[in-house]
C-alpha cells in the first residue's frame, strides 16, 4: 500500500472497530470480538490496552498493512473533561484522564491512547481524536438543573452522548442538500444502545440529552428519566447498592429490565408476532423518542430545517414509521441507518492531512 491511508480505531464494550481509509475511500472495516470471558481477567477498562493494541496490530498484519503505509492514526474520544466539537491532537495531559476515567470508565478511553502509542510505533509524530462524546456546546443557561446541588461543575463534568455519530449525520446531510451544516438548525437522534438527541444550531449543539446518567427516552439498555421521588425510595430501600443502582440506569434498565433483553431486533420480533409486553415497549420507545425530539423544537422556536434519525434501531422500518407519524409536523424526516463513526473519524483525519490545523486538549 502507498502511504496515504488513514487508520481509524474505535473502542467498544466487547469489541474494536478498526478502519483503514484512503481520503474517504473505505479501503476495509474490520470488527474485532473480544470474548467476555476474556475482558473480564482485566480489573479496569485500562488494563485491557495491551490485549487490545496487540489485536489491533494483528488485523492489520493480516490485511498487509505495514508502519510504512500509515499516514495517520485516528481513535474515539474518551470521557475527558468537557470541551468543543472538533479534530484533536492526543497530548499528555488527555492521555492522561483518559487513563483516569475521569468522568467514567468506558472503552472509549482507550481510543486516544492505542492511537497514540501505534502512532509512534509506526514513527508518526501525533495521533488525533475527533469529537469526543463529553462534547459540550451548551449555553450556561441550558446547564441549570433546578437545584444547585444537581448542577454539573462545567469544567469537569458535561454531557456524555453520541456527538461523534451526529455530528456526521448533520455534516452528511449538509452536503447532500448542498449547505453548509453552519447554515442549518437541525434535531438528530442516535437510537442505538443508548438514546440522545441533540438540537444542532447553526453549527453547535446547543441542547442534547445527558444519554449515559438517566435523562432522556429509555433505550435498551438504560432507563431514560425516571420518577425522582421513587429514585430516592429505592435508593434508601435497603434493597440495592449504590453499584446495583447506577446499574439499573445505565447498563440494566429499558428493554433489558422490562424483557430481559438488549436486542431491539428481538423486541420488534416479538412484538410483530403478538406479544403484548413487546408492543407495550415498542410504542413506549417509540412515544418517548418523538417526545424528546419534540421538546428541542422550542430550543430554536420551532424553526428546524429537518429530523434526522441514526443508530442501528433506524434500521426498523415499523419504529421509524411510528416516530415519524408523531413528528413530521415539525420538519422533515430523513434516515441514516446504523451509525458513521468510522466514516467520521476519516474525514476527520483526512482534513488533518489536507493542512485544518487539530485542536489542542487543554
Request: include cysteine; charge should be negative.
Amino acid at each position: 500500500m502507498a502511504k496515504n491511508i488513514i487508520l481509524a480505531i474505535n473502542p467498544g464494550a466487547t469489541s474494536t472497530k478498526v478502519s483503514v481509509y484512503e481520503g474517504e475511500q473505505e479501503v476495509f472495516t474490520e470488527n474485532i470480538s473480544h470474548p467476555l470471558e476474556e475482558i473480564q481477567k482485566f480489573a479496569e477498562v485500562a488494563d485491557q490496552f495491551d490485549y487490545r493494541k496487540q489485536a489491533i496490530l494483528e488485523m492489520l498484519d493480516k490485511h498487509g498493512v505495514g508502519r510504512h503505509d500509515v499516514a495517520i492514526v485516528i481513535g474515539r474520544g474518551g470521557l475527558t473533561r468537557p470541551c468543543e466539537s472538533g479534530t484533536y491532537r492526543v497530548n499528555e495531559l488527555m492521555k492522561q484522564e483518559c487513563h483516569e476515567g475521569i468522568q467514567g470508565k468506558h472503552a472509549c478511553n482507550l481510543g486516544a491512547l492505542i492511537a497514540d502509542s501505534i502512532a509512534k510505533d509506526f514513527g508518526l509524530k501525533d495521533a488525533y481524536i475527533a469529537d469526543p462524546g463529553i462534547v459540550d456546546e451548551r449555553p450556561d443557561f441550558a446547564k441549570i438543573t433546578g437545584h444547585p446541588v444537581f448542577d454539573m461543575d462545567p469544567a469537569k463534568e458535561g454531557v456524555i452522548w453520541h456527538c461523534l455519530n451526529q455530528k456526521m449525520t448533520a455534516k452528511l446531510y449538509a452536503r447532500e442538500i448542498g449547505k453548509k451544516y453552519e447554515d442549518l438548525n437541525l434535531i438528530i437522534a442516535h437510537l442505538g444502545g443508548g438514546v440522545s438527541v441533540g438540537m444542532h444550531n447553526h453549527g453547535r449543539t446547543v441542547e442534547v440529552n445527558r444519554a449515559l446518567c438517566g435523562l432522556g427516552a429509555f433505550s435498551p439498555t438504560r432507563s431514560g428519566s425516571i420518577n425522582a421521588s421513587k429514585l430516592i425510595d429505592v435508593c434508601f430501600s435497603g434493597d440495592y447498592t449504590k453499584e446495583k443502582i447506577k446499574k439499573m440506569i445505565t447498563a440494566e434498565g429499558g428493554f433489558v429490565a422490562y424483557l430481559g433483553t438488549n436486542d431491539s431486533l428481538k423486541v420488534e420480533t416479538d412484538a410483530l408476532a403478538g406479544d403484548p409486553k413487546s408492543q407495550l415497549l415498542v410504542e413506549a420507545f417509540c412515544y418517548q423518542v418523538s417526545l424528546e425530539i419534540s421538546r428541542l423544537a422550542a430550543v430554536v422556536a420551532g424553526k428546524v430545517d429537518a429530523i434526522l434519525l441514526t443508530g442501528g434501531i433506524a434500521y426498523s422500518k415499523p419504529w421509524m414509521k411510528k416516530i415519524i407519524e408523531r413528528i413530521d409536523w415539525i420538519a422533515p424526516v430523513k434516515i441514516y441507518k446504523g451509525e458513521n463513526e468510522m466514516l467520521a473519524l476519516a474525514m476527520c483525519a483526512n482534513e488533518v492531512l489536507n493542512g485544518t490545523a487539530p485542536k489542542e486538549y487543554k
